[in-house]
Every structure is written in C-alpha cells, then in structure tokens.
C-alpha cells in the first residue's frame, strides 16, 4: 500500500525559508524509474507543480520559481524534501507530495502553510 | 511552458453524458492525465496517458484524444463525481496542469 504524508511548520514569515518532508511507504525512490514530485495549491485555485526528483537523484524544477526551491531525498529513511527559499504571502497554499512518474497516482493530503508576517 | 484550457465549469443531471475538454497550447501526444479533486481533499488520478484508466477508477469514466485536443468523459453522471476535475501534461517540463473544471448538478 503507497501513502505519502507531508508535513511542515504551518506558518511562517516573509523571507524565511520554508521546508517541508515528505514521508512515504510503500515504494522506494531507489527503485527505477521512481520519482516523487511537489505541488501546490492556493486555496481556491488551481495545481501548480514545483519540482520533481527521481530514483537516479536527477531534479527537475519549475522555472517560474526561479532559484528558490531545492528538492533532495533520503532514501534510507524514505523521504523527500523540498525547500523554498525567500518566502512571500505568494507562497500561503496547501503543499502536496506525489510519486510522480510524469503524473501523480498517488498524493499525500497536503499540508498548509500560511506566509504571514 | 504548455498552457492547458478548460472550460471553468458544467452543469449535468445526475444519470447524464458529460464530457469534460483540455485543450493544449502545443502538442503533447498523449502525455495527458486526468485527476478528480474533491472538496478538502487531494487530487485522485483518474486516467493517464490520455485514455487509461487507472486502477479501481469505476469504468463511468473514460479519457480520449490526442496531440492537442482532449477529453474526460463521465457516464453516468452520479451524485459522488460532483468535484474538480484537472488535466495535466508531462510531455515537457514544466509539468502543467489545467484551471479545473468544476462539474455541477443541474
């Protein structure tokens, strides 16, 4: 059975850095051809897909975020993390994690973060 | 980046055809998925590569077309599919998803 769960800080400030973990099972991101991806959500608007890394540790990142996300693993301990540098009132959405192999089968329930100062 | 267009929203009476479209900017072959999001809860893959269905998706589902041109199709309608519904490419990154659709009832 794959699940995947997120979590992080809630809320944070402007110009802080956020991080955020995602803890899976079922799979294993050393396995080929694995991936396991980031989107997110403002409340009430669409998906925006943030960064993807994979079993063979390539990444792939959203250029509309320019330099500010990095996303990383921990094969061991199976998860994933991302980090989005340089928070703003912008960034306030829910967080999902997905395995991701081109399209998200399966989706952690999100996390939410609020930017607020 | 590949822009996918969805109509914002449809009205359908419960037993009814609905076919939901994404249209995309530039050819994606057949790299499109559809995933159901309900209220409060995270997206659920439906089809994917266009017109797979995943598994333990009720067969009232289905997904066609190609290149630019896409489709969801529900039918049956029922009460339990009343949600967004997003497109998604993965021919080239970034990854791009529709605005959803939001399906009513009549």
């Known amino acids: 059975q794959v699940t995947l769960k997120e979590s992080g800080p809630g809320i944070l400030q402007p110009s802080q850095t956020l991080s955020l973990t995602c803890t899976f099972s079922g799979f294993s991101l050393s396995t080929y051809g694995m991936g396991v991806g980031w989107i997110r959500q403002p409340s009430g608007k669409g998906l925006e897909w943030l960064a993807n890394i994979w079993w063979d540790d390539d990444k792939y990142y959203n250029p509309s975020l320019k330099n500010r996300l990095t996303i990383s693993k921990d094969t061991s301990n199976n998860q994933a993390f991302l980090k989005i540098t340089n928070v703003d009132t912008a960034d306030t959405a829910t967080y999902y994690c997905?395995?991701?192999?081109?399209?998200?089968?399966?989706w952690g329930q999100g996390v939410m973060v609020t930017v607020s100062s | 980046d590949t822009v996918l267009t969805q109509s914002p929203a449809l009205a359908v009476s419960l037993g009814q055809r609905v076919t939901i479209s994404c249209r995309a900017s530039k050819s994606v072959s057949t790299y499109m998925h559809w995933y159901q999001q309900k209220s409060g809860q995270q997206p659920k893959l439906l089809i994917y590569s266009a017109s797979n269905l995943e598994s333990g998706v009720p067969s009232r589902f289905s997904g066609s077309g190609s290149g630019t041109d896409f489709t969801l199709t529900i039918d049956p309608v029922e009460a339990d599919d009343i949600a967004n519904y997003y497109c998604?490419?993965?021919?080239?990154?970034?990854?791009?998803f529709g605005s959803g659709t939001k399906l009513e009832i009549k």
């Open positions: 997905a395995r991701m192999a081109g399209y998200g089968g399966y």
């Open positions: 998604q490419q993965s021919n080239e990154l970034p990854l791009t």
